[in-house]
């Protein structure tokens, strides 16, 4: 049973509207492929996992911080009597593990994630003793991509690869396990203690004024054009969307890149700007969102 799923991370949704609506650096380019890279091996990984009947809990993209520490953990699996962590990677190409390094046959180093996985272990182990639940923890590094290659890699480590992912899976579903009430109640605490946006991710500086105005496709972020009353068309993927839902797609963005500015008609209308109605903007805003009046003005808010 998921009891989080997965979403696109903010800070991923976020770079991916800068990038649309404005000009940003080589390093930005960089840490949006990164993101993307990672989030595709995520739902891969999910797609695997879409073939387990082992009764768990599970929940996906999950920020704790323990002992002043913030980690992140990919997925994470509560069974009856053990907790598995799993730290996905979207790796790529050949790789070399020497003692704690990992790097590319050219010698190119990256950070080793069995340390990172090792650290949100022990981590949440803490964590486990300040709840005072007993659980084992047990983590998986899952190495995703089936174009992945690691040399020297000792099979005493906690590694899952492509080709072992299935059969891992199949072995969980040949354990007894039993999920009651404590096993939900100590879910329902993670999901208190998820913070849902990490005060270290990096975003460019940005401004209204900076951004182009339109609708973005939500395919290839490229921008769309209408094409009759209710329907809008993006011409270079050629995704087709109804009206509503793109206007309402346009809000959330706008929300999440301005949470200072208010939803109202006049500013939906110039932030989509190929919406030539403002009263068709107005009947969604209301049809959506609850109404709020202020004096001779007003706004919206989500309900």
Known sequence: MIIKNRAVPLELELLRSINGRMQVSKKVENQIYSLEKGYTGEVMFDQHFGNLSFNCLIINDLLLETSNTLYQIDSLLISQHKIHIFEVKNFEGDYLL????????????????????????????????????????EGHLVFINPDFYLYHASPDLPIIFPTQLDRFI?????????????????GKK?????????????????????MKKGILCPNCRAFMKCQGQHILICEECYFIEKMESAILRCVKEFSLLFPDKKITTSAIFEWCTIIKSKNTIRKILQANFKHIRFGNSSYFEYL
């Not at 199949?170 to 100590?186: A, C, D, R």
Request: charged fraction near 20%.
């Open 98 to 137: 020497e003692g704690d390094r990992l790097h590319t046959l050219s010698g190119m180093e990256i950070k080793n994630p069995l340390i990172q996985l090792s650290r949100s272990v022990s981590l949440f182990r803490q964590l486990l003793q300040h709840q005072r639940m007993n659980f084992t923890v």
């Open 190 to 210: 993670l999901l208190a203690l998820h913070i849902p946006f990490s005060p270290y991710s990096l975003l460019p500086e940005y401004s209204y004024d900076r």
């Open 170 to 186: 199949k072995q969980l579903n040949n354990q007894p396990s039993k999920v009651v009430e404590k096993h939900h109640e100590f």
